[in-house]
């Protein structure tokens, strides 16, 4: 019979063969942070439904026990891997037909599990969202840290903020960062507790939230979010030899500043601000209109370069394309209905765990359909042979059109920017200005505001 410790180790393993899988990259800061030897309460925000608890145990480390909506398990094969996982269900007030005084206990394995010294987590805000922020934040995470303080002696418990931040959550083969926090020493709110224990509770649940501020993206609404992130943006760079996308860990610091210096600078200067917005949605429609991204236009382009990108993207597909073309006749069918389902889904939090855990169900069922046809057509070694070339065929496959997909868009914005010239100079100049502006408005946030004369 396997061990707990030896489940949670293959656990780990399979989370980071599906995340290595579904994100095209995944960035992890703070790791060295972590606090070790010691009971850790994990916290963090929730935007991307059963995607983000599997992103914790990729990277973290520490192996955690998840608190999870009690519905979920209800849900056949996501059952199965919970209980793989060890988790544990949390009975939702809002959830129909849930017995909520069953969370007496869930809070006593989470007593329990920090009083040996393990590690839980949870998601704070209680709900997976779409919204530019962190909703606010229940009081289930600090009454499990002081009750599992007090009752079961774990005062040297830590708490871990961890940030979860997606480019495009719903997207296959999309960017992940994972950002870890400073922990957090309860000790003071436990002695708070013994005087006001509801007044402690919520004392550390705002700290909670604090600390969960420090480590994701909050915009004021979807719009500012997207001008926030051109401004970010334009700010980042004035000009490239070849177009490139910020590494997500850059584009972090970049946007999470410029949101601080926005929010100074809209009680400062709305006017000035109200203006640069204007800009900014003008300068992103011309620019939309002709096919292109900021990045594009801030492309240089030497003909060097972009011949070396064009030769090199060139060959690599080409010795790509046998292989790609085999994984593409294996896996084409599963990847297609797998597409279809998260295409249903109306929530923007459900596609990207409907792609991952459909795929972790179908794509097998594929492949052991075609080894099996394999078999009976050709014998054992042909069935055998399948089974190693379908999921290996289909790694190269999915390269291929990723790779195929960058290399058709570059191209496209490459010809268009060279056929629209004139139009693209004056984008160019215009983005001059606005990176100018966007600098100087950044300065001004830093600058102490003046004070009225008596």
């Not at 094969?77 to 809002?94: E, F, K």
């Not at 997207?226 to 970010?232: C, F, K, N, V, Y």
């Not at 597909?317 to 597409?339: D, E, K, Q, S």
């Not at 058709?408 to 100049?429: G, H, I, M, P, S």
Request: glycine letters at 8%; one cysteine or more; proline letters at 5%.
């Amino acid at each position: 019979m396997l061990t707990r410790r030896r489940l949670d180790g293959f656990v780990e393993r399979l989370a980071r063969l599906l995340a290595g899988i579904f994100f095209r990259e995944l960035a992890v800061e703070g790791r060295e942070g972590i606090p070790r030897g010691v009971p850790l309460l994990v916290v963090a925000n929730h935007h991307n439904s059963l995607v983000d608890p599997l992103l914790l145990f990729a990277t973290l480390g520490v192996r955690p026990r998840f608190l999870a909506k009690s519905t979920l398990w209800d849900m056949p094969g996501i059952r199965q891997l919970l209980d793989l996982a060890g988790a544990v269900p949390v009975h939702r007030r809002q959830d129909e037909g849930v017995d909520t005084s069953q969370n007496d206990e869930t809070f006593r394995r989470c007593f329990d599990e920090l009083g040996a010294g393990g590690v839980i987590a949870l998601f704070p805000e209680g709900i997976s969202h779409d919204a530019p922020g962190l909703a606010p934040l229940k009081t289930g995470a600090a009454r499990i840290v002081l009750g599992a303080m007090r009752e079961r002696g774990a005062t040297a418990l830590r708490i871990l903020p961890v940030g979860l931040t997606f480019d495009e959550k719903g997207v296959f083969r999309s960017r992940a960062l994972v950002r870890i926090g400073d922990s957090l020493d309860p000790t003071q709110w436990l002695r708070a507790a013994e005087h006001d224990p509801r007044e402690a509770a919520r004392s550390l649940t705002e700290a909670i939230a604090r600390a969960l501020a420090r480590v994701t993206l909050n915009y004021p609404s979807h719009e500012e979010a997207s001008l926030l992130e051109r401004a970010s943006e334009l700010f980042a760079a004035r000009e490239r030899e070849l177009p490139a996308r910020l590494a997500l860990a850059e584009a972090f610091a970049l946007r999470q500043a410029a949101i601080a210096s926005y929010r100074r600078l809209r009680a400062r200067d709305p006017e000035r601000v109200e203006a640069m917005r204007a800009r900014l949605a003008a300068y992103a429609a011309r620019i939309e209109a002709l096919g292109l991204r900021d990045e594009h236009v801030a492309a240089r382009y030497p003909r060097e370069e972009v011949l070396a990108y064009a030769v090199g993207s060139a060959a690599l597909l080409f010795w790509w394309l046998p292989l790609a073309a085999l994984g593409t006749f294996f896996n084409w069918i599963p990847y297609r209905l797998v597409g279809i389902a998260a295409g249903q889904m109306r929530s923007q939090d459900l596609p990207a765990t409907v792609k991952l855990f459909g795929g972790f169900f179908l794509f097998p069922i594929a492949w052991a359909i075609w080894a099996v046809l394999a078999g009976l057509s050709f014998g054992a070694g042909a069935a055998f042979g399948t089974l190693l070339l379908a999921p290996a065929t289909g790694w190269y496959a999915m390269r291929f059109q990723e790779r195929y997909e960058r290399f058709f868009d570059d191209a496209v914005a490459y010809l268009r920017v060279k056929w629209r010239r004139r139009r693209v100079a004056e984008l160019k100049r215009e983005r001059d200005a606005l990176h100018g502006e966007v600098s100087d408005l950044a300065k001004q946030a830093t600058e102490p505001e003046e004070k009225e004369s008596p």
